[in-house]
């Protein structure tokens, strides 16, 4: 069955860098386009980033913009999501997301808390 398991979250001053991991299974993942999502205390889930299969493009969010990266190795069946200069507003539970024929597939997400 699909599985999308995250890491890598933490607890990180302002200014300071996290590199999230999203392990992929139970399905064709150098096909998928597959996205970083976040949800903060009291917001609604938001879309961070994409990245389609091979890699060659992303967005991002305006938020974060310039301060996050997000890549993938397909050989590891693997997407990552390095963020840097990080902001109290940065401060959610992150999520991978594949979909497929209409329907979501969710990792079960990592806190990232940037505090000082």
């Known amino acids: 069955q699909v599985q999308l398991v995250e890491s890598g979250g933490g607890l990180v001053q302002p200014g300071g860098s996290l590199r999230l991991s999203c392990a992929a299974s139970?399905?064709?993942?150098?096909?998928?386009?597959m996205s970083w999502y976040r949800q903060a205390p009291g917001k609604e889930r938001e879309l961070v980033a994409t990245i389609t299969s091979a890699g060659g493009n992303t967005n991002y969010a305006d938020s974060v913009k310039g301060r996050f990266t997000i890549t993938r190795d397909n050989a590891k069946n693997t997407m990552y999501l390095q963020m840097n200069s990080l902001k109290t507003e940065d401060t959610a539970v992150y999520y991978c997301?594949?979909?497929?024929?209409?329907?979501?597939?969710w990792g079960q997400g990592t806190q990232v808390t940037v505090s000082s």
């Open positions: 997301k594949w979909r497929r024929h209409g329907l979501d597939y």
């Open positions: 139970g399905f064709t993942f150098s096909s998928a386009l």
